[in-house]
């Protein structure tokens, strides 16, 4: 295997939503996407005290892509106008494929409004090819226990969402064949990551900080590989937490408006006018 070669490294900019702690890698500036991945916000770490207002995403709109949603502390409260409904742990994953076009809602649960606690989530948009942008709406909530976690040679643990690693597959099926996970690095710990050839490779620091050879990446930075090996080699002397995933590019015109991603202007306006005509609401979202 050939280790693949940093092109860039990007700190996620602060951008706050009211007194929600929020950091965005991407897109940044001197960087539009990591097709196709389009966005990720990265909501905490922090404390809520109790008796707190919670998250503040109610019913929102989206097509054209898929939402993953990943609860690293507290937990989520899901629903949406597929008749989607749950509420997901630490640990846990949210995947949905909102495609010709969902209104959902994310919340905090009643008890953790009540109570308080660590809140920290990442939230990672992934574009969906022009074929497949108004596919029926989906979803899949997956509880800790339901993702398989997978120890590497070197100590670390793979928790393995959608795609294959180590001769072990995901629960997700991914309609666009991404292979998505999160690794825990133990000090000291080590792993070798697949980064088959022709697919753009997705690597954001959540926590701690990593080394690739002789370069450091830190908390809060996503780095940019360039497409010649099949493999990042990654080390943690002091421990670390990763998001990683590959994909293939899909290399199509990408238009963004607000929570539309369509490939036209004429896509986006037909969006907002369904959108306004009610077309969303297949059942209705509840708060």
Known sequence: MT????KAKHSAHRDDISDLITRRPVPNRGLDQ????????????????AGNNGLPFGPHPHRGFE????????????MDTGGHESVIHAGGVQWMTAGSGLIHAELSPPEFKRDGGDMEILQLWVNLPPELKMTTPRYTGLQSPDIPSIEADGGAKLHLVSGAFDGKSGPVVSLTGVM???????????????????RNVFFYVVRGAVSLGDTRAEK?????????????????????YLLYGHADPIGAP??????????????????????????????????
């Open 3 to 6: 280790a693949r070669t940093i």
């Open 34 to 49: 990591v097709d196709p991945f389009l966005f990720l916000n990265h909501h905490g770490p922090q404390l809520y005290k």
């Open 67 to 78: 939402t993953v949603t990943f609860i690293l502390e507290g937990s989520l409260a899901h």
């Open 180 to 198: 998505m996970s999160m690794v825990d690095l133990p000090p000291g710990g080590k792993i070798t990551l697949p980064a088959p050839k022709g």
């Open 220 to 240: 809060f930075e996503l780095v940019e590989f360039s497409d010649d090996g099949d493999a990042i080699e990654v080390s943690a002397p002091d421990g670390g």
């Open 254 to 287: 990408v238009v963004a408006h607000g929570p539309f991603v369509m490939n036209t202007e004429a896509e986006i306006r037909q969006a907002i006018v369904d959108y306004q005509a009610g077309k969303f609401n297949r059942e209705p979202v509840n708060t």
